[in-house]
Nanobody, 118 residues
Framework: QVQLVESGGGLVQPGGSLRLSCAGSRSIPSVYAMGWYRQAPGNQRELVASISSGGKTTYTDSVKGRFTISRDNAKNSVYLQMNSLKPEDTAVYYC????????????WGQGTQVTVSS
C-alpha cells in the first residue's frame, strides 16, 4: 500500500508563504488525480486544490490567485505553494491521491498543520 507523507507546514504570519509537499512511499499511478484538502476545528474537510493526471487544476474560490498546486510524477509528489496567507487558512492540510475511474480507490496522508497568526 502506498503511503503519502506531507511536509512543509508550520506557523507563518499573515501575508506570508508556505510550500507544502507530499511524497508517495512508492510509485503512484499517473492516472491518479492529486489534491490538497484542509480541515479547521469544527469544520468539515474541504477540497482546496486538485490536479488531474493531465495537469488540469481546480481551486476553491477562497484560495484562487494565492495558492498553486503542482505535481511531479517522476518524484511521486504533489506540492501546494501558498502565498498571501490569511488567518482563515489555518487548518490541518491533507494530501490525497485518487483514481478517478474507480470510486473509493484513494490514499490519504496523515496531515500537516498550517497556522497563520501574528
Amino acid at each position: 500500500q502506498v503511503q503519502l507523507v506531507e511536509s512543509g507546514g508550520g506557523l507563518v504570519q499573515p501575508g506570508g508563504s508556505l510550500r507544502l509537499s507530499c511524497a508517495g512511499s512508492r510509485s503512484i499511478p499517473s492516472v491518479y488525480a492529486m489534491g490538497w484538502y484542509r480541515q479547521a476545528p469544527g469544520n468539515q474537510r474541504e477540497l482546496v486544490a486538485s490536479i488531474s493526471s493531465g495537469g488540469k487544476t481546480t481551486y476553491t474560490d477562497s484560495v484562487k490567485g494565492r495558492f498553486t498546486i503542482s505535481r511531479d510524477n517522476a518524484k511521486n509528489s504533489v506540492y501546494l505553494q501558498m502565498n498571501s496567507l490569511k488567518p482563515e487558512d489555518t487548518a490541518v492540510y491533507y494530501c490525497n491521491a485518487d483514481n478517478p475511474y474507480r470510486l473509493g480507490e484513494e490514499i490519504w496522508g496523515q496531515g500537516t498543520q498550517v497556522t497563520v497568526s501574528s
